[in-house]
């Protein structure tokens, strides 16, 4: 199947600073990806989706300008978390569609300090 | 918006015995899809269903589609320590394009014991 590779694994941050994340297809192009969040025993959140050369889409509730997202090319999408707290920690994972199947990355936990 | 009741939440089995969990929903969906996520892991991709009635298998795997696009199931046999994880179902809707949207169920998380 598509492989989609997300870094880092793990980050661990000063609260106030930022954390950008990456998310790349490997073999596919994805003009779309997909942003969650999940926090402990609870199934994945969409937070937004990324578009490629076009500004993202946001889930209500979720704070544009506190998570930006970049899709700046065909195969790569970013997430960054800008000036961190505590309550930002949580296991951020992206995704990707393909052939009528949507790929996952292998996530990243931010741990914020 | 779009729901999916996934059950049950949670499973605790013998290695060896076979497992059932399922999902409905209260919309249709062009493609249901299920997962299994591993602590710390993304979710990855167990089976995909796309059409009505389709009945699919990998390994101990067997997933079907619901006639009415609104329900799936996902069987395991014989477990094995391995099995154990978070399982998923989830809805693909395709707008069309790109314009994909997948909903969630909430889980059954499985734990084998040897």
């Known amino acids: 199947g598509a492989v989609v590779s997300q870094h880092p694994s793990w980050v661990i941050c000063k609260s106030g600073t930022s954390v950008k994340i990456e998310c790349r297809s490997l073999d596919f192009q994805a003009t779309t990806m997909f942003w969650y969040r999940q926090f402990p025993k609870q199934s994945l959140m969409l937070m937004a989706t990324?578009?490629?050369?076009?500004?993202?889409?946001?889930e209500q509730g979720v704070e544009k300008d506190k998570f930006l997202i970049n899709h700046a090319s065909l195969t790569l999408s970013t997430l960054t978390v800008t000036s961190a707290h505590p309550e930002d920690s949580s296991f951020y994972i992206c995704?990707?569609?393909?052939?009528?199947?949507?790929?996952f990355g292998s996530g990243t936990q931010l741990s914020v300090l | 918006g779009q729901q999916l009741n996934q059950s049950p939440q949670s499973m605790f089995i013998q290695e060896g015995e076979d497992v059932s969990m399922n999902c409905t929903s209260s919309?249709?969906?062009?493609?249901w899809l299920w997962y299994k996520q591993d602590p710390g892991e993304g979710p990855v991709l167990l089976i995909a269903l796309y059409k009505a009635g389709e009945l699919t298998s990998n390994g101990r795997l067997t997933a079907q589609f619901g006639i009415t696009r609104k329900d799936s199931f996902l069987n395991i046999s014989a477990s094995i320590p391995s099995d154990v994880g978070i399982y998923f179902c989830a809805g693909l809707s395709n707008s069309g394009g790109s314009n994909y949207k997948l909903t969630f169920g909430k889980g059954t998380l499985l734990t084998v014991n040897p």
């Open positions: 995704s990707a569609p393909n052939l009528e199947k949507l790929f």
């Open positions: 919309s249709i969906f062009n493609t």
């Open positions: 990324s578009n490629e050369g076009s500004k993202a889409t946001y």
